[in-house]
């Protein structure tokens, strides 16, 4: 369990069309680490929340697409823009979730977010483990 809770770390910055002052075609880019070192997951699709609420579902720009063990994925462009946001302000009040193809759930953090602080001790803890444990190979 804390393996899996720790194996995927996703951070995301957002892109649009246009100038700051009148962006349109809001959408997310990217950068996934799969620090498993045996596992692939198959991403699903991802859930954007608004202020707590459920926004949209976009379930094909990711759709199918794997992380391989060790890898780091950057995705930028392929990505569907946002639907009824108006603002940048309502973009970083945006919480993002991604799912995988197994139905496991990964929070995003994007600007002006910060990891939960249990997310940054389990993630601290899982590099301090990698560094001081004995390898069987």
């Not at 997310?28 to 692939?40: E, H, K």
Request: glycine share 6%.
């Amino acid at each position: 369990m804390f393996v899996s809770a720790t194996d995927i770390d996703c951070g995301y910055n957002w892109s649009y069309d246009g100038d700051m002052n009148t962006p349109v075609n809001m959408r997310p880019n990217f950068d996934i680490r799969n620090r498993s070192s045996s596992r692939t997951y198959r991403l699903a699709n991802i859930k954007y929340e608004l202020r707590g609420n459920i926004h949209w579902f976009d379930n094909r720009s990711i759709m199918g697409r794997e992380l391989k063990p060790g890898s780091i994925e950057f995705i930028n462009g392929g990505i569907a823009a946002l639907p009824r946001v108006s603002s940048l302000q309502e973009c970083l009040d945006m919480r993002i979730t991604l799912r995988t193809q197994d139905n496991k759930e990964f929070v995003a953090h994007g600007p002006g977010q910060q990891q939960s602080k249990l997310d940054h001790r389990m993630t601290q803890l899982r590099l301090w483990l990698n560094k001081h444990s004995v390898k069987m190979d």
